[in-house]
């Protein structure tokens, strides 16, 4: 995995749940990522993270907030989980080239 | 705004075949080119880039890629296609007029048939 752990692998969520998906690094780098995957639709970015205490929106990020508490981890919150939430989540730490972590698979019914 | 395409959802070859699968982009700027492979419940792992320099780049696996500005090609080539090159590949890009933002296509499955 690169160095990049996330947690958890599966979830399930009703909607409205929330939750938050973790991830963790285990190098030094700056610059963290959260991109989604849809089937046909390659990998979207959420979020990035340049460095600690950092944060900016990608192209799909509405109803999805995160957290750079550190420089190892960066979070992925879903407050009010939607059904067009369901996607494997994947974060990923820079520099270049990007190095991903092996995916959280959430569904929402 | 930078943009990836992968033209082909699906590209099918006989083992020992060669292998081709395609990428074009779009940027302003100067682009870094990458390739990343997935295999089934994994995530993407790093094939390759171009950053700069010579044209066709070398990378794991035995794959290689070339770099073509006129036709703002990325194509990804093996020579001897194996069955456990099999997987799901990803194009990306990253415009040095964008940050960190990097792109990546749709994706193309490749099946490499026994």
């Known amino acids: 995995n690169a160095g990049v752990t996330q947690t958890p692998k599966f979830q399930v969520l009703k909607t409205g749940q929330s939750m938050t998906l973790q991830c963790a690094q285990d190098?030094?780098?700056?610059?963290m990522y959260w991109y989604r995957q849809d089937p046909g639709m390659g990998l979207r970015l959420i979020y990035y993270s340049a460095s600690e205490g950092t944060t900016d929106k990608g192209e799909v990020p509405n109803g999805y907030n995160v957290s750079r508490l550190n420089k190892r981890e960066f979070s992925l919150r879903l407050e009010s989980a939607a059904p067009s939430q369901t996607s494997v989540y994947f974060c990923?730490?820079?520099?270049?080239?990007?190095?991903f972590g092996n995916g959280t698979r959430l569904t929402v019914t | 705004a930078q943009s990836v395409a992968q033209p082909e959802d699906q590209v099918k070859v006989a083992e020992g075949n060669p292998l081709t699968v395609k990428c074009t982009y779009s940027v302003s700027g100067n682009p870094y080119l990458f390739w990343y492979v997935q295999y089934p419940n994994r995530g993407l792992q790093f094939l390759l880039k171009y950053i700069t320099g010579d044209n066709l780049v070398k990378g794991s696996y035995g794959f290689e890629a070339e770099f073509n500005k006129s036709q703002t090609s990325f194509h990804l080539k093996k020579p001897s296609a194996l069955v456990s090159d099999s997987a799901l590949y990803f194009c990306a890009v990253r415009d040095d007029n964008y940050g960190q933002n990097f792109v990546f296509g749709p994706g193309t499955r490749l099946s490499v048939l026994p």
């Open positions: 190098m030094n780098h700056n610059s």
């Open positions: 990923a730490r820079g520099p270049t080239p990007l190095h």
